[in-house]
């Protein structure tokens, strides 16, 4: 039986630094038809590593332009308001995300590169389905596996509990950390979520994102998120050993409209993000 509680989990979320307010006031003005992308720059700017990384992003290969970009406003203009603000978050959050989880046998990086790829891949089902909010999509993909973070901990002295009752009793690391914890990290993750005062759909996409059949509020971005972390996962973009035994929800696909060739598009398009990741950039 695990050493701890749900209360000493719920403490360690508790624990977990508040979004920079940077980000926050950037999340506020990219909402707000009234600013201007200088209004935005100018905020960006004021933080060097932010805008070190905005800059970076902005002049990445994924987005193909074919000239520098040298301000953080102009970023802003040739990405538009909704896609700064992932970028925004998903910079704040790298760090976060980056650390080595050696309770799920996860390296240096690799939590990222499995965010990121769901990340992307949510956004391409978002825009191939013409959702509104492409964005909220994004960030949804980007922490879907938050509570991993924050279980990792905790994992450290159980990890080989779960992962004996996972191989065992031939269940996912989902059932496994039910069992052997009494929760698991999508509760966890939604519970970050909810304290950094995301969206509740985000909250929502997170908890279901293994069962997608509970989402209510948005069951359209839960399946977008499902679909896109089991694309990666399947491309090798995956959780370690956790990556191999969620079954991909049939029901998700539909839901999406989403076909043979769609799927096929989707992988392709990712297989760009993929070289970009290997290359480090
Ligand atoms: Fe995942
Ligand atoms: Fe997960």
């Known amino acids: ?104 046998a996860l390296g240096v990086g690799e939590m990222w590169k499995h965010s990121f790829g769901t990340a992307m891949a949510s956004r391409h089902i978002a825009k191939r389905c013409r959702f509104k909010a492409i964005e909220v999509a994004y960030t949804a993909g980007l922490l879907h596996d938050i509570g991993k973070v924050i279980l990792n901990n905790f994992m450290k002295q159980t990890y080989h509990e ?38 509740a759909e985000i909250v929502e996409a997170i908890a279901f994102h293994h069962n997608p059949a509970g989402a209510e509020k948005n069951p359209l971005l839960t399946a977008c998120v499902h679909v896109s972390e089991a694309l990666c996962t399947s491309m090798g973009l995956g959780g370690g050993l956790d990556g191999m035994l969620y079954p991909i929800s049939k029901n998700a696909i539909e839901l999406l409209g989403l076909g043979g060739q769609d799927i096929e598009d989707i992988a392709y398009e990712l297989s760009d993000v993929m070289i970009e990741l290997a290359q480090g950039s």
């Open 1 to 104: 039986m695990a050493q701890f509680s749900i209360e000493d989990i719920i403490a360690a979320v508790n624990d977990l630094p508040a979004l920079p307010q940077v980000v926050l006031k950037i999340m506020d003005l990219t909402q707000d038809p009234r600013a201007t992308a200088q209004d935005i720059g100018n905020v960006i700017s004021h933080d060097q590593a932010l805008t070190a990384r905005v800059l970076r992003m902005a002049n990445s290969a994924y987005y193909g332009y074919p000239r520098k970009v040298a301000t953080a406003a102009e970023a802003t203009v040739l990405l538009g308001f909704s896609t700064i603000r992932s970028v925004v978050l998903a910079a704040s959050i790298n760090d976060i995300l980056n650390r080595e989880l050696s309770g799920y």
């Open 162 to 199: 779960v992962v004996a009752v996972a191989t065992t009793e031939q269940i996912s690391f989902l059932e496994a950390e039910n069992r052997v914890l009494g929760f698991n990290h999508a509760v966890i993750g939604s519970r970050v979520a909810r304290k950094w005062q995301l969206p």
